[in-house]
Nanobody, 128 residues
Framework: QVQLVESGGGLVQAGGSLRLSCAASGLTFSRYAMGWFRQAPGKEREFVAAISRSGTNADYLDSVKGRFTISRVNAWNTVYLQMNSLKPEDTAVYYC?????????????????????WGQGTQVTVSS
């Protein structure tokens, strides 16, 4: 049974930082590209960041570039999202997801339909 469990969310003031973690189990982690998505109240879920199977390639939503960093440790079956200089508009439930679409080690996707497994989400609230 595949499980993705996010942690690290919380309440932070604007300008602050949080690090989200996503621990995976029940799958061969290194075979999956990983992504972070978020959904704010009243809005559709959107792509935030993704990292390739090897960790050598990453992609980011334009509004988080330079502030957020995605990383992974395959030996620990864990993907991270370091979020700095947080803004109130970053407030959302953040989800991690796993994508087994690729035989190569460098591809990533922004397409939610490409992802096979999803976590339950963790709330991030940024106060102004």
């Amino acid at each position: 049974q595949v499980q993705l469990v996010e942690s690290g969310g919380g309440l932070v003031q604007a300008g602050g930082s949080l690090r989200l973690s996503c621990a995976a189990s029940g799958l061969t982690f290194s075979r999956y590209a990983m992504g972070w998505f978020r959904q704010a109240p009243g809005k559709e879920r959107e792509f935030v960041a993704a990292i390739s199977r090897s960790g050598t390639n990453a992609d980011y939503l334009d509004s988080v570039k330079g502030r957020f960093t995605i990383s992974r440790v395959n030996a620990w079956n864990t993907v991270y999202l370091q979020m700095n200089s947080l803004k109130p508009e970053d407030t959302a439930v953040y989800y991690c997801a796993a994508d087994e679409s690729y035989d190569n080690m460098w591809s990533v996707s922004r397409d939610q339909t490409s992802y096979d497994y999803w976590g339950q989400g963790t709330q991030v609230t940024v106060s102004s």
